[in-house]
């Protein structure tokens, strides 16, 4: 049995490695910076499924394989640095976190060692609307890490049978078959399982499997011509960058979207048979520099830029920077001192598992569990004050959706449109409002009006689905698409009875999922209008990148930060849409409200209200905020004017 490739360093797989790394840590400073980047773990994935595939194969015709040898030396590259940034990332987070974020650290931080991180955030974070965000969990990136090992668990024995059964030439087809089953499960699953689809296996092997296609395929696809080699590389190359230039995340991922990068880096890593410009460009010192300590920047790189939004929010620029200088010494100094000693002690199989993977995992679950039995307090359990003084501060407000009078749902139903639950004011009012949860954290204010005005109305709200009569879905992320078309349906059922709709919405988030948002927007309000409605539509509220409802309570540990000084501090995003819905709302014959001038003044706008924090998040107000607002303006005189004329809408 013959080698298709020799074994030989290639410097060009560690400038496509640091090409990989780089766009995911680019992507995590500042997604604008570099839309697609997160898609440099598909370039990681192919990369492993590359190395991998050649690793077992020249062992098996050298008859040098074993699989203890195969996971000892696993084990020595991944698990060592791995287990270093758990332990770390738990040491800060114990000084750094709340309880019940330190809860979810640890399990997270077990689930990591234990190589099934993926299936732990495919499963159970929680991911509802108003979940805590996941960019702040230090450890999310390391389901990645549970992809490659759960491959790595089954792949040398079909690479151990394929190659010794059938020969090489059936084994690339065996991988083209796998690929063709993953790339079409995958797409199957973006629809109705978003979160499985990105995180598991089973719809990421066609990545690590084009890897190990990869493999057998330059010696007689591009090594005879060095200028096909080069354009091939090129090719790739260009791809990969289009790919991290104009992939959006709100795509259905990874499916048939994966594609391009998964192919583009297959280009890249069959041409490099040959020399050409392209393997040269891959090969500079710089770029294999970043790669060799790509693996440990990986680790590094998210834990820090966790930490660093949790205690300070939203990152300025020269933050950006200073987390990024940490993320790269702490990858040097990790590759330099653990990564590279771990990966060339020579020790028995035995030993290597002890050392590496035992003790580790030992050390590991031993701090989670005690972190998880003192339900997050950690070393502050034994703190005489610090539980009082935890549960003595007060949130800084509530969603809109706890309300139970707030009809904001998940999933709308025909239920929701007709529970008497949704109604404030009166038994059978001629008001609704409708929309997303920008249109819920509205129905505390409305309410305050509906008091003053003597009117009653109903509310529904569908969770992320802007409110339009025609494909409300196209304008939603993947992971609502499906609910948005159901919740459509019945919305558009249940308005017709309304003489009055009030309509929000988060209006530049769905212009920005699609450009013809605003169109379809003016063609839904018309159709209302021309079917006899009298509409009122509502602005957006100013948008804070710094808000942090927990603010206070991180105070007891964090006692730098200035919870009011950094919440006044808001960025004013949604002028131009409301400059866009106001023009279509007056165009149409409908009436325009908004809240601006009431949360902003020439300097600014605040999240705070006469003294008071009346935002939820960075762009919901909270319920008390909401009423507070709405006892505060009722007897503005344009509140007067606008709301008056639903007075005789009670019942």
Not at 62 to 76: D, L, N, S
Not at 235 to 244: C, K, N
Not at 245 to 253: A, I, M, Q
Not at 290 to 296: A, K
Request: proline content about 3%; charged content about 15%.
């Amino acid at each position: 049995m013959s080698s298709p490739v020799k074994s030989t360093y290639r410097k060009d797989i560690d400038g496509l490695r640091a090409i990989a790394v780089l766009s995911v840590v680019v992507f995590h400073l500042d997604k604008s910076w570099l839309p697609g980047g997160f898609a440099g773990v598909d370039v990681f994935f192919v990369i492993s499924g590359f190395l991998i595939t050649g690793v077992i194969h020249r062992d098996l015709v050298a008859q040098e394989f074993t699989f203890r040898r195969f996971y000892r030396k696993r084990i020595q590259r991944i698990l060592p640095v791995l287990a270093v940034v758990i332990l770390v990332t738990l040491v800060v987070g114990n000084f750094v976190l709340l309880p019940g974020d330190y809860t979810r650290l640890a399990k997270s931080g077990g689930a990591a060692q234990l190589s099934f991180s993926n299936i732990y955030f495919a499963y159970f974070l929680d991911t509802s609307y108003f979940a805590d965000d996941a960019n702040l969990e230090p450890l999310l990136h390391t389901w990645s890490l549970g992809v490659e090992e759960q491959f790595y668990l089954f792949f040398p024995i079909l690479m151990w049978i394929g190659l010794y059964k059938l020969g090489w030439k059936k084994i690339v087809f065996i991988f083209t078959a796998g690929f063709t089953v993953s790339v079409v499960t995958s797409q199957l699953l973006t629809k109705d399982s978003p979160m499985v689809a990105y995180y598991m296996l089973h719809s990421r092997a066609f990545q690590l499997l084009a890897g190990g296609v990869c493999f057998y395929l330059p010696s007689w696809f591009t090594g005879k011509s060095p200028w096909l080699s080069g354009g091939t590389g090129f090719l790739g190359i260009v791809g990969i960058f289009f790919v991290f230039f104009f992939l959006d995340e709100n795509l259905s991922y990874p499916g048939y979207f994966a594609l391009p990068v998964t192919i583009s880096t297959m280009l890249v890593i069959i041409s490099g048979k040959s020399v050409s410009v392209t393997h040269r460009a891959l090969g500079l010192r710089l770029l294999t520099s970043v790669g060799l300590i790509s693996y440990s920047l990986y680790l590094w790189h998210w834990p820090v830029l966790a930490f660093a939004r949790y205690c300070l929010g939203e990152l300025s620029n020269t933050q950006k920077f200073l987390s990024l200088l940490l993320m790269i010494l702490l990858s040097i100094l990790s590759y330099k001192f653990v990564e590279q000693p771990c990966r060339h002690y020579k020790t028995s199989v035995i030993r290597a598992f002890v050392y590496f993977f035992v003790v580790p995992s030992f050390t590991i679950l031993l701090t989670c569990s005690a972190i998880y039995l003192s339900s997050g307090l950690g070393s502050y359990y034994w703190s005489p004050t610090y539980s009082d003084e935890l549960s003595s501060v007060k949130n800084e407000g509530q969603a809109a959706y706890v309300a139970p009078y707030v009809c904001q749902k998940s999933q709308l139903s025909i239920a929701d449109t007709i529970s008497r639950e949704c109604i404030l004011g009166g038994q059978n009012p001629k008001v609704l409002l409708w929309g997303d949860s920008h249109a819920a954290h509205y129905v505390s204010i409305l309410s305050e009006f509906a008091d003053e005005y003597n009117f009653g109305f109903r509310n529904f709200e569908h969770s992320s689905c802007p409110p339009v009569l025609s494909t409300p879905e196209k304008y939603a992320t993947s992971k609502w698409r499906a609910r948005c078309e159901k919740g459509g349906l019945v919305a558009r059922s249940a308005m017709t009875s309304y003489e009055y709709v009030i309509v929000a919405a988060a209006w530049s988030a769905y212009h920005k999922a699609d450009s013809t948002f605003y169109t379809n927007v003016e063609a839904s309000l018309q159709n209302m209008v021309a079917n006899g409605q009298k509409l009122l539509v509502l602005g957006d509220v100013p948008y804070s990148k710094k808000i942090d409802r927990k603010c206070l309570q991180k105070n007891l540990k964090l006692q730098f930060l200035d919870c009011k000084n950094r919440a006044t501090t808001a960025v004013v995003q949604t002028q131009n849409a409301n400059k866009r819905i106001k023009e279509i709302a007056l165009r149409v014959g409908a009436a325009y409200f908004d809240l601006t001038r009431f949360l902003c003044d020439g300097k600014g706008c605040s999240n705070y209200f006469g003294g008071i924090p009346v935002y939820f998040d960075s762009s919901h107000l909270s319920l008390e905020g909401g009423h507070l607002i709405g006892e505060a303006i009722k007897s503005d005189e344009e509140v007067k004017r606008i709301f008056s004329r639903f007075s005789r809408h009670k019942q």
